[in-house]
């Protein structure tokens, strides 16, 4: 059973940083690649983050970009998410995302999904 459990998330003051990590279990982790995605109340889900293979291959939403950085651990099945400078914009709940092929940009692009983690930056 695959399971991929996101830790984390919390309230933050703009301009303030946080680290999430996204630990998964009943897959063979080096063969997918992982993303972040985030949802804010009323929005939908979008693209934040991925990380294919190694870290090498990184692909980041114009939005976080020079502020946020995915990274991944294949040794201990995690990847993590910095945050820094946060915004009030950045408020959401962020979900990782497991997949093996697609578009890694895009929700169709992932097979599994953790249960998410709120993140609130106050102004």
């Known amino acids: 059973q695959v399971q991929l459990v996101e830790s984390g998330g919390g309230l933050v003051q703009a301009g303030g940083s946080l680290r999430l990590s996204c630990a998964a279990s009943?897959?063979?982790?080096?063969?997918?690649?992982m993303g972040w995605f985030r949802q804010a109340p009323g929005k939908e889900r979008e693209f934040v983050a991925a990380?294919?293979?190694?870290?090498?291959?990184?692909y980041y939403a114009d939005s976080v970009k020079g502020r946020f950085t995915i990274s991944r651990d294949n040794a201990k099945n995690t990847v993590y998410l910095q945050m820094n400078s946060l915004k009030p914009e950045d408020t959401a709940v962020y979900y990782c995302?497991?997949?093996?092929?697609?578009?890694?940009?895009?929700?169709?692009?992932?097979?599994?999904w953790g249960q998410g983690t709120q993140v609130t930056v106050s102004s």
């Open positions: 995302a497991a997949g093996r092929q697609g578009v890694v940009t895009s929700s169709p692009g992932y097979d599994y």
């Open positions: 009943g897959v063979t982790f080096s063969r997918y690649h």
């Open positions: 990380v294919i293979w190694t870290v090498l291959n990184t």
